[in-house]
């Protein structure tokens, strides 16, 4: 079992900054693929940004340029550094660990970006 705890949302301007943190209760270098999903209202969950144990790392078209993925191992955390937030990045973003064998999700955490 691995818990995931998200936090870091809340309300921006266009044009401006969020960090979000998911803590997770293991070693995220040991997780297959962590990411950071999102889903707004009416809409179905999309992936933003993920990276693998191997190092790579994928973004949504959306956010490239944007948002940057990262993870610290020492607190087993990772972040998802979103700038020049857009009214349509407004969504629940869900935090996501990904085994072979099946996926494990954050609570999630609102973002609100008003225009």
């Known amino acids: 079992q691995v818990q995931l705890v998200e936090s870091g949302g809340g309300l921006a301007q266009a044009g401006g900054s969020l960090r979000l943190s998911c803590v997770a209760s293991?070693?995220?270098?040991?997780?297959?693929?962590m990411g950071w999903y999102r889903q707004a209202p009416g809409k179905q969950r999309e992936l933003v940004a993920r990276?693998?144990?191997?190092?790579?790392?994928n973004y949504a078209n959306s956010v490239r340029d944007r948002f940057t993925i990262s993870g610290d191992n020492a607190k087993n955390t990772v972040y998802l550094q979103m700038n020049g937030l857009k009214s349509e990045d407004t969504a629940v973003y869900y935090c996501?660990?990904?085994?072979?064998?099946?996926?494990?999700w954050g609570q999630g955490t609102q973002v609100t970006v008003s225009s």
């Open positions: 990276f693998t144990a191997g190092g790579s790392t």
């Open positions: 996501n660990a990904n085994f072979p064998w099946r996926d494990y």
């Open positions: 293991m070693n995220i270098f040991r997780i297959n693929v």
